[in-house]
């Protein structure tokens, strides 16, 4: 009697929370600058909302951590059975957190989804690939692109798997609030600009996350953000501005996190429009004068990485051998000369930059601005407000030159030069048939031997032609609470089921 | 009264209407909303349906046209970021800034008028130069400012209050005190300018020369006098405070209808933006009204034809 009590006594310890084989009920605060725009993982394109609805709903397969690498989520398996069709082999016993099965049916739905005109997706880039979808078995699901496309289709901006019953009972106003997935984590509550609370799936597919409960709190301005941090109120903030770096890194409670990103900053000169900057040997020359690790040591604080082309290392289709430009002030002196501006004299430039939008965007853009023109080059910065620039940069309006920033979270060389280097692509100010005809050859080559030598040709002429300043790769900076465990991503985006505590 | 009322409401509707075009005019020559909707891979064509879906690509007649009719049967459209209707959010979110700034408005009437009121009793004392310092600062710092070195003291270093959000009765007083620092500062100088010049007029020398107690003359003869001013005043600082609510709300991470604004905006979220000037517009109209109302309560020598 007197034993068995004991032994209870020591279960009952063991198993309480706190003990040896008891769990300590876990919370992660998250803190972003902004709330989730909608709960619905098909109706939004900003990373902020990505890193909410992660949490609850999955993808087919997430972006490894090396280009061309992909995590299985729902899909176990793939693998091309034509040079235009891909199949999916889909992971069993999953089931949505209302208790709907996940099928092949509900991938098709989300697809239809997106590309249905009543719903007015903003994704539909996201599966322009995708011509067709075939499901022939509730675990079997097929997706065929017009033409062959290196990278298949569905790989290259993988969407969020919805349950299609649910989505069809309920409709698209009740679902941006009632978020139903597969993920590790179901929605407990959501306060508009409050905060958004997750409680852990036990029923994960996964096992049971290490975190018991995230919970998102958005704060828009930087300093709160960070007296936030500091006070204990949050245990994660992004978009540190720099002037924090070293309170935070040394505080009691907080340290720094950061990780290469996939990101990257240039500045592209309209060739489109009449002008200096039409001349390739002045792109030569600016891109000779401008000091690229001066920049990085000097406005980022060493936070940077220099590139050499436009493809960055850390994307499928970077070649080494491409030389860029080093900072070389008489190469740059013998150019200007050559193209009629001795000196830079007859030379005034703009640098279009946005405020806000990049880390230090307008800082880089006024320090380019202070080197050109000590360098003879006269140039200005005129510094606008987001999307006013958006919407000039659409309309290729913004002349001679603008700066801008691009992450592929693919990590592969198709996205940048498509959206950034072709003739139709409305963010291009830039226009090569020889660069469209291999940009279109890589896209479609299935050998990844043959595709990175294109990729080299294409860097090569870029190289040549100068339709860039290439800048750098930023370094992501996060805080954290020094309990957190945190390894942060290239692509930006923040998993509470990859840290832990303690 | 009745008459009064009715022309009153005739005319705040047309400044509604006014409100309402010229922000719709405005919004739409600011920028095309379909570049920053779409991810920044889309193509032309895409972002073309996207304009073409949701109405952009009609004339701007046609747009506002559209805009009328459905605002007259109360929808004022759906978010473009949100993608719920753009009303809703806005009033969702009116009990925060409500709270906000009531709480606010009784730190101005509770400390701003009892403070003026003291100093003017004893003016070229150190608590009448006290006061207006302390006026000085609050009416000179930007609230911006004052927010953030409010959060550093009591919240980073004493660890007495929270840093930001909503909550409990803490998560308030920082917020408040700093959307209502301004307000305060002008309503005591002002309360201290209208005491001054009540307490020197003649039938203030009559009541004391009645035997009238010091605290009678000061409030129910001094005081009921120097309110008029006093009153209009605090009306205006209403709005001030709900104007002011913007950069508070966006400080404090505060869920009111400012921080929805100044989203909305930067996002060129139209409806949104139409929805949140609508309702402050007819906030402030119905203020307005109040205020008036309360003069004929205060002053009996005032009547409304």
């Not at chain 1, 692109?145 to 019953?165: E, H, M, R, W």
């Amino acid at each position: 009697m007197q034993r068995s009590f004991v032994l209870l006594g020591c279960a009952v310890l063991a198993f309480a929370p706190g003990g040896p084989l008891g769990a300590a009920d876990t919370t992660v605060t998250i803190t972003q600058g902004v709330d989730a725009d909608t709960l619905n993982p098909l109706a939004t394109t900003i990373t902020p909302t990505f890193n909410v609805v992660q949490h609850v709903y999955e993808r087919l397969a997430d972006f490894g951590s090396r280009p061309g690498e992909y995590e299985p989520r729902l899909a176990v398996s793939w693998k091309r059975i034509s040079p235009t069709t891909i199949e999916y082999k889909l992971r069993h016993g999953v089931t949505f957190s209302n208790g709907d099965p996940f099928t092949s049916a509900d991938v098709r739905y989300t697809v239809d989804w997106i590309k249905n005109p009543a719903n007015t997706s903003r994704q539909t880039p996201y599966v322009a690939d995708i011509d067709r979808v075939d499901t022939p078995d509730p675990y079997t699901v097929r997706f065929s692109s017009k033409a062959p496309t290196a990278i298949p289709p569905g790989l290259q901006n993988p969407i969020f798997i919805v349950d299609a019953k649910y989505v069809q009972a309920k409709g698209n106003a009740y679902i941006a609030e009632h978020p139903v997935g597969t993920g590790p984590y179901v929605l407990r509550e959501w306060k508009h600009d409050d905060q958004t609370a997750f409680d852990a799936n036990p029923h994960w597919w996964g096992g049971r996350p290490k975190i018991d409960h995230v919970v998102f709190k958005p704060i828009p301005e930087a300093a709160a953000r960070v007296a936030a941090l500091r006070t204990g109120a949050t245990d994660l903030i992004t978009n540190v501005p720099s002037q924090y770096y070293d309170q935070l890194s040394s505080g009691a409670t907080t340290k720094l996190e950061a990780t290469r990103s996939l990101r990257q900053l240039f500045i592209a000169f309209n060739t489109l429009q009449p002008g200096p900057q039409q001349n390739k040997l002045v792109r030569q020359a600016i891109n000779y004068t401008v000091d690229v690790p001066a920049i990085v040591k000097n406005v980022l604080g060493g936070r940077g990485f220099e590139q050499s082309t436009p493809i960055p290392p850390n994307y499928f289709g970077y070649d080494a051998s491409v030389p860029g430009y080093k900072h070389d002030p008489t190469k740059a002196k013998a150019l200007l000369a050559k193209a009629g501006y001795p000196d830079g004299k007859g030379i005034t430039l703009v640098l279009n930059a946005p405020v806000g939008r990049y880390n230090r965007d307008r800082e880089i853009a006024e320090a380019i601005a202070g080197q050109l023109t000590s360098a003879g080059i006269a140039t200005t910065v005129r510094p606008q407000e987001w999307v006013a620039y958006s919407n000039e940069v659409n309309r290729r309006a913004l002349t001679p030159m603008y700066e801008l920033g691009w992450n592929q979270p693919s990590a592969d060389a198709d996205g940048i030069v498509t959206a950034l280097f072709t003739s139709t692509a409305p963010l291009s100010c830039y226009s090569n048939p020889e660069i469209d005809k291999l940009a279109e050859q890589a896209r479609g080559e299935l050998d990844a031997a043959k595709r990175k030598a294109l990729y080299k040709r294409i860097a090569t002429i870029l190289d040549d032609d100068a339709p860039w300043i290439v800048l750098f790769e930023y370094q992501d900076v996060y805080a954290t609470s020094k309990r957190l465990h945190f390894a942060p991503r290239g692509d930006e985006l923040i998993r509470a089921y990859e840290m832990s505590v303690g | 009264m009745i008459v009064f009322l009715a022309r009153r409401a005739l005319g705040s509707i047309g400044a509604l209407i006014g409100v309402a075009v010229v922000v719709f005019v405005i919004l739409h020559l600011s920028g095309d909303p379909a570049t920053v909707m779409m991810p920044p891979e889309a193509t032309k064509a895409e972002i073309d349906a996207f304009r073409h879906a949701e109405g952009f690509d009609r004339p701007l007649l046609v747009q506002f046209g559209a805009f009328a009719l459905d605002a007259a049967h109360g929808d004022l459209g759906v978010s473009l970021r949100h993608q719920v209707p753009a009303m809703s959010l806005a009033l969702e979110r009116l009990p925060a800034t409500i709270v906000l700034a009531g709480t606010a408005f009784a730190i101005v009437v509770l400390v701003g008028v009892p403070t003026g009121v003291l100093s003017a009793l004893h003016p070229r004392t150190l608590v009448d130069y006290a006061a207006r310092a302390v006026a000085l600062i609050g009416q000179s710092a930007p609230t911006y400012w004052i927010g953030l070195m409010l959060i550093l003291l009591f919240a980073v270093r004493l660890g007495w209050l929270p840093a930001s959000g909503i909550g409990d009765w803490r998560n308030v007083v920082l917020p408040a005190a700093t959307l209502g620092f301004f307000s305060t500062a002008k309503l005591m100088r002002l309360t201290r300018a209208a005491m001054l010049d009540v307490l020197a007029a003649d039938y203030l020398r009559t009541a004391r020369a009645k035997g009238l107690t010091a605290t009678r003359v000061a409030l129910a003869h001094a005081l009921r006098n120097a309110w008029l001013p006093i009153v209009t005043q605090l009306g205006v600082e209403l709005g001030t405070l709900l104007s002011g609510a913007i950069i508070t709300e966006t400080v404090f991470a505060w869920p009111g209808v400012g921080r929805l604004a100044v989203q909305a905006v930067f996002e060129r979220d139209f409806p949104v933006v139409e929805a949140v000037v609508l309702l402050a517009a007819t906030i402030f109209v119905v203020l307005n009204l109040i205020v008036d109302l309360l003069y004929a309560v205060l002053d009996p020598r005032i009547r409304y034809a």
